[in-house]
């Protein structure tokens, strides 16, 4: 916890061990007993400790059922998955995780929806209002504490999840396609601002997403998912300056970046 | 019928009071407008129940139907007063027997809902025993409850407990179907937030789970509180001592159909009276829902 705070601020620049995240062989099936579908097949990486890593791939390439299984959501099949060094074995305290949609409960205000990873780990409820407040500065949700979810756009909602997500300062953030239902205005602000948010926190994130753009734009590394069942077909580094602007986009590198992974993309497509 | 006429003028209500802002702008330039108290839809619905009664009893008095058929709404009111001039205790009186058919609605619907409430988290919680109870669940909810009622009186005998019984039978079952239903409609995500965070299946089911099923609920208590007056009228007509059911007994067998009238008045009242306390609190309760939102889940 402590040396979470003292990374704080430092952002990108921090860096612990490089396979703070470890996944060896990981295989899983899909549905009951093992006749289901196999869902992720032979997945193997790595990730370091304050690093933003993204996994993009199309739909059904399995990349949400890793994602669960990194929450402790789901049980996997075959191989390993160590979580700053213990195998991971349900879910944990020091995760956070962003869902698709914001889950907000809609009977509570923003600043009780914010709040309530402290009820439920145990968190003194001052402390956590202090904490919920800073974060609802952080996303820029000033003001709104006290309304209900449902008086606040998608974007915000979404934003009041990743400050609840935040709430209990988690040393790894997981998000499940966080801004798949945002217009893509809001969307490119939203990618901004979680880099901000992830350079002041220095925390590690694992992002999914199927948007390449979203992808390079946010990823230290990208890894390239193809699907049925689904393989890490490529990790990719990107080797972009931060914190990055929209401008970056018009980067060679970042061309170059997209490219690639497009290329993959539609070479996986072909096997359908 | 009468619920659904006290919703009505629930939102004719509140749509003047959004309607206020432009309705004032229309003062300045139509002073002569607002002035004119039929303009109100609310004046308008007094007066159309007026006409009615009004039409009532002048047809009654013009085609002399007779009085054991069809009374003149004069007569109902005045069977209505003198019902309502008596003691508390006064073995002919509206009060005595109210109170009788009042006490063993609400002990009825409170330990038949509370029952079936209980139940349904209980079986909630336990996919097995849901899956295994479920078709006589159905089953029994299609048994005419009403039907069983004389032989629950053969059992309890003419008191007030038959009578408590027979409505805890009615309301156990809209309640107990609702809140499984309401439990089963919860939203698997947010039973997934809580478990990310942890949560031990108490807090999931106290955070997530019993405020999401709470709308179900409301409207199984809804209809049990419309059931549950059923339920003690047709109690007290198969076997009782007391109870406006007995009154309109008495007062049919002495063909005073007036006074049967009357009674049917202060039944309605008191379904009026019950439905509007459970919205009160359904409003106090779900006031994070959209007014919209919270009406449709109770009429579905």
């Not at chain 1, 009951?32 to 193997?44: C, F, P, S």
């Not at chain 1, 008086?151 to 934003?159: E, I, N, T, Y």
């Not at chain 1, 890894?223 to 990790?235: A, D, H, I, K, Y």
């Not at chain 2, 990310?196 to 999931?204: E, V």
Request: aromatic share 6%; hydrophobic share 50%; glycine share 8%.
């Amino acid at each position: 916890m402590n040396t979470n705070h003292e990374r704080a601020g430092t952002g990108a620049g921090a860096r612990g061990r490089p396979d703070y995240i470890r996944i060896e062989g990981l295989s899983t099936h899909f549905g009951d007993g093992g006749e289901g579908v196999l869902a992720l097949k032979d997945i193997d990486c790595s990730i370091e400790q304050g690093s933003f890593v993204t996994i993009v791939g199309p739909s059904g390439c399995g990349k949400s059922t890793l994602l669960r299984i990194l929450a402790g959501l789901l049980d996997y099949g075959i191989g390993r998955v160590v979580l700053d060094g213990q195998p991971i074995q349900g879910t944990r305290r020091d995760v956070g995780v962003v869902f698709q949609s914001s889950i907000l409960l809609p009977w509570r205000t923003i600043l009780e929806n914010v709040m309530l990873p402290a009820e439920v780990l145990g968190i003194p409820a001052k402390q956590a209002r202090e904490r919920a407040m800073q974060l609802l500065h952080m996303v820029r949700l000033d003001g709104f504490e006290h309304k209900l979810p449902r008086q606040l756009s998608g974007g915000m909602q979404q934003r009041a999840s990743i400050a609840r997500a935040l709430l209990h300062d988690p040393k790894i953030l997981l998000m499940d396609e966080p801004f798949g239902a945002l217009d893509a205005m809001t969307r490119e602000r939203m990618n901004l601002e979680l880099q901000r948010i992830w350079m002041e926190s220095g925390k590690t994130v694992v992002l999914i997403t199927h948007s390449i753009p979203e992808a390079v734009f946010l990823g230290d590394r990208v890894f390239v998912m193809s699907p049925r069942p689904g393989t890490l077909e490529r990790v990719l580094p990107i080797d972009l300056p931060r914190p990055r602007s929209m401008d970056v986009m018009s980067h060679p590198t970042f061309a170059a970046a997209s490219l690639s992974i497009r290329e993959r993309f539609s070479h996986a497509a072909s096997f359908d | 019928m009468t619920t659904a006429m006290l919703a009505k003028t629930d939102s004719v209500a509140s749509s003047d009071d959004r309607a206020s802002p432009p309705a004032a702008a229309a003062i300045q330039a139509k002073p002569k407008r607002r002035a004119n108290p039929l303009a109100s839809t609310r004046v308008q619905s007094i007066l159309l129940l007026a006409a009615l009664l009004g039409a009532w009893e002048a047809a009654v008095r013009l085609f002399k139907v007779p009085q054991h058929l069809v009374p003149p709404v004069s007569d109902i009111v005045v069977a209505l007063w003198r019902g309502l001039a008596t003691g508390p205790l006064a073995k002919d009186g509206f009060w005595y027997h109210g109170g009788v058919t009042v006490t063993e609605i609400l002990l009825g619907f409170l330990i038949g809902s509370g029952v079936g409430l209980a139940i349904g988290i209980v079986v909630s919680q336990m996919p097995k025993v849901e899956a295994l109870l479920e078709p006589y669940v159905a089953a029994l909810q299609s048994v005419p409850k009403v039907a069983v009622a004389p032989i629950i009186v053969v059992w309890l005998g003419f008191g007030i407990g038959s009578k408590v019984m027979i409505i805890c039978l009615l309301t156990f079952f809209p309640v107990l179907v609702t809140s499984i239903a309401g439990f089963k409609a919860v939203d698997p995500d947010r039973i997934d937030l809580l478990r990310s965070l942890s949560a031990t299946p108490w807090q999931i089911f106290r955070k997530a789970k019993f405020p999401s099923a709470l709308p179900y609920i409301f409207a199984g208590l809804n209809m049990a509180a419309a059931f549950s007056v059923v339920g003690a009228v047709v109690g007290e007509f198969v076997g009782a001592q007391a109870g406006l059911g007995v009154l309109i007994l008495q007062m049919e067998a002495q063909a005073d159909t007036g006074g049967s009238f009357a009674v049917c008045v202060v039944l309605s009242v008191i379904g009026i009276v019950l439905s509007s306390l459970l919205r009160r609190i359904q409003r106090r309760v779900l006031h994070w829902m959209p007014a919209d939102a919270s009406q449709r889940t109770v009429n579905a």
